[in-house]
């Protein structure tokens, strides 16, 4: 089983749309939980950390269950610009000092 | 404020050739620094990382081998190139109080 399972998509949406992403984790050890962004053929970047209680960033809302070993992301009100690959991220407690355990990625294309 | 970087930003190299990629951060000290790899189609794959000035600890068996010579330098090599090899490969450095991680634009290899 792997340890970080997305959707892959690809979710296409058009501008103005709700859209929600999900993802597993397999370690119930798990510390620290993400969302990145990586646009095509660019590095990834941090969208949003998730915390236990749920957090929000204007458009975007995180939330976790670590009963379940759930995170997802929820976009409102889409823009073309959100047009990427979102990356479910997890740091596990181990020794490996704290290292990123990735998805693969949902991929996302916001059309006109 | 912080910055990573990486050189260079696009590399080919035939099948055998050695490789020396280089990382750097600016704007902290003793920092963790990672190693990862993302191969076409494929997550990305933690290859090394270093808590400190000689410390290196490897996740996967290859290849490939990662020094780090000054606290803010890191670099990844390999005495010879296979096919395999080929991906994109990015460095991090861990900052924030909830481990959250920051990548350069990364290398681009392609080994033919």
């Known amino acids: 089983r792997k340890e970080v399972e997305q959707d892959p998509g690809p979710f296409n949406v058009p501008e103005g749309a709700t859209v929600a992403f999900n993802c597993t984790y397999s370690?119930?050890?798990?510390?620290?939980f993400f969302w990145y962004r990586q646009d095509c053929r660019k590095e990834p970047k941090l969208l949003m950390s998730?915390?236990?209680s749920g957090n929000e960033d204007g458009r975007f809302t995180a939330q976790l269950n670590r009963a379940s070993q759930y995170i997802s992301l929820l976009i409102r009100d889409s823009k073309l610009s959100d047009s990427a690959t979102y990356l479910c991220?997890?740091?596990?407690?181990?020794?490996?000092?704290?290292?990123?355990?990735f998805g693969k990625g949902t991929s996302l294309l916001v059309t006109p | 404020s912080q910055t990573i970087h990486q050189w260079p930003a696009t590399l080919v190299q035939p099948v055998g050739s050695p490789l020396s990629l280089e990382c750097t951060v600016e704007?902290?000290?003793?920092?963790?620094l990672y190693w990862y790899r993302q191969a076409a189609g494929r997550g990305l794959q933690l290859l090394f990382y270093?808590?400190?000035?000689?410390?290196i600890s490897s996740e996967v068996p290859q290849n490939l081998s990662a020094s780090r010579p000054q606290d803010r330098q890191f670099i990844l090599s390999s005495k010879k190139l296979l096919l395999s090899d080929s991906g994109f490969y990015l460095c991090?450095?861990?900052?924030?109080?909830?481990?959250?991680?920051?990548f350069g634009p990364g290398t681009r290899l392609t080994v033919l």
């Open positions: 991090a450095w861990k900052g924030g109080s909830y481990n959250e991680q920051f």
């Open positions: 370690n119930s050890a798990s510390q620290s």
């Open positions: 998730v915390y236990s």
């Open positions: 991220v997890v740091t596990p407690y181990s020794n490996s000092g704290y290292a990123l355990n």
């Open positions: 704007g902290t000290s003793n920092p963790n």
């Open positions: 270093s808590v400190g000035i000689g410390q």
